[in-house]
């Protein structure tokens, strides 16, 4: 059974850094897409950032560029997102989701979600 586990949200202020964590167990293919995504009251499940297990490559939205990081430690079975200089803008429930098709930010190429952790931004 794959489960996706996610950890480190919370409030933070404007201007403020979080990092969190997706936890992968049970997938037992060496081939596989972790994606963050990110979703607003009112508002559609927006991609954040992705990562291959296999060579590494990310791809971010514009949103985000240059105040995010993805990185994955292949050891522990985990991938973080760093966030620096956050905004109110970045509130949302942020997901992790595991894909073994194309890279992407695309919801639908991904099958299988975490239940998501709390990001507020707020003074």
């Known amino acids: 059974q794959v489960q996706l586990v996610e950890s480190g949200g919370g409030l933070v202020q404007p201007g403020g850094s979080l990092r969190l964590s997706c936890t992968v167990s049970?997938?037992?293919?060496?081939?596989?897409?972790i994606g963050w995504f990110r979703q607003a009251p009112g508002k559609e499940r927006e991609g954040v950032s992705c990562?291959?297990?296999?060579?590494?490559?990310?791809d971010y939205a514009d949103s985000v560029k240059g105040r995010v990081t993805i990185s994955r430690d292949n050891a522990k079975n985990t991938v973080y997102l760093q966030m620096n200089s956050l905004k109110p803008e970045d509130t949302a429930v942020y997901y992790c989701?595991?894909?073994?098709?194309?890279?992407?930010?695309?919801?639908?190429?991904?099958?299988?979600w975490g239940q998501g952790t709390q990001v507020t931004v707020s003074s």
């Open positions: 989701a595991l894909g073994v098709g194309v890279q992407s930010l695309l919801s639908r190429e991904y099958s299988y």
């Open positions: 990562i291959s297990s296999s060579d590494g490559t990310t």
């Open positions: 049970g997938f037992r293919l060496n081939y596989y897409v």
